[in-house]
């Protein structure tokens, strides 16, 4: 890393969506850190400055189609990466990066605990930080903290933890628009199964979390699992994106769990839809003490982004290497 602490650490942004200008819009906030750049392959982005679309004003950077176009390699510290979901797509950009000269905080959800799906591309990773020097950090609010780091750091109180089980409710109409139409909002159950069957339907990641939980509380699992079903809408819904018809989906009713010797032992309980009642997310660790931990939710667009810039904030404290949320959590209960 080149920079020490006290420095502000000078970042591109990759991935100008969504959640790329909010992720920019909180590292523009924050003292530790200076946008140097802003890259994504749309048209009508090229030149754009990269303050004037985030709407935070103009910052005297423009946004390019390359990273070699946003600068000389080295002219930058991190890359906050949020271009993709699935880290096959999203690897070659990754390492682009460490090869350009910066450490990299992604949101793509796989990358959150890449070695249960992708230790391929985890090894591949792993080894160009090492080799350059840099960080690499896969971070979120789910996966990332919501659904897997947050229950571990609950078990830092625990003598021992039995079970884990989370329930998280998402209201969708609070969420930005491709969210939205990602849960299916809108869309006849016929269509819900035609998707789910072709996996392009439901949420990335959950999987990710199970595998992670596991990690950290040191258990060994035999297997873990996943179901997908949709969440039919019993009246009239309108956001400012889509209309759900009664019968219609509104959402995504997904559970992913962890075994061990026969019994399970991680159940993670993500419902996602339009017009959700009581949204909000409840924690339990079975065990001694067991702990239950609730809140009324967290807003998954505006964490993601903050979480992202807190951690380019901790990029120059971090070891080389491909990291997670178990490299950030100090204390845990382990087997």
Request: charged content about 20%.
């Amino acid at each position: 890393m080149n920079t020490t602490l006290g420095t502000p650490v000078r970042t591109v942004h990759y991935g100008l969506g969504p959640i790329g200008l909010a992720a920019l819009r909180s590292v523009a906030a924050r003292s530790q850190a200076t946008v140097a750049g802003g890259v994504d392959i749309r048209d009508d982005l090229q030149g754009r400055d990269v303050g004037e679309l985030a709407g935070i004003g103009p910052c005297g950077v423009s946004v390019t189609r390359t990273l070699s176009e946003a600068g000389t390699p080295g002219s930058a510290d991190v890359v906050v990466h949020c271009a993709g979901s699935h880290l096959d797509r999203v690897t070659d950009e990754i390492l682009e990066a460490l090869a350009w000269g910066a450490s990299v905080v992604s949101t793509c959800e796989e990358l959150a605990y890449p070695w249960y799906h992708h230790p391929d591309q985890a090894r591949r990773i792993d080894e160009a930080a090492h080799a350059t020097g840099r960080t690499v950090l896969g971070t979120g609010i789910n996966p990332g903290f919501a659904m897997d780091a947050l229950a571990l750091c609950l078990s830092s109180v625990s003598e021992r933890v039995d079970r884990v089980h989370i329930r998280r409710v998402v209201d969708a109409a609070s969420r930005r628009g491709p969210l939205q139409v990602k849960v299916g909002a809108g869309i006849s159950p016929d269509e819900f199964e035609v998707r789910r069957r072709a996996g392009t339907i439901g949420h990335v990641g959950l999987v990710e979390s199970v595998a992670m939980i596991a990690a950290g509380l040191g258990w060994q699992l035999n297997s873990i699992g996943e179901t997908l079903e949709p969440v039919l809408a019993s009246k009239p819904i309108r956001t400012d994106v889509v209309t759900v018809d009664p019968g219609s989906v509104a959402g995504i009713r997904q559970i992913a769990t962890g075994s061990a010797r026969g019994h399970e032992v991680i159940r993670l309980h993500l419902e996602m839809y339009v017009g959700a009642d009581d949204p909000g997310d409840v924690t339990t660790l079975d065990g001694v003490p067991t702990i239950r931990s609730s809140s009324t939710g967290f807003h998954g667009d505006i964490c993601t982004a903050a979480i992202a810039a807190n951690a380019v904030a901790a990029i120059p404290r971090l070891r080389p290497g491909l990291l997670t949320a178990l490299d950030l959590l100090p204390v845990r209960a382990t087997l």
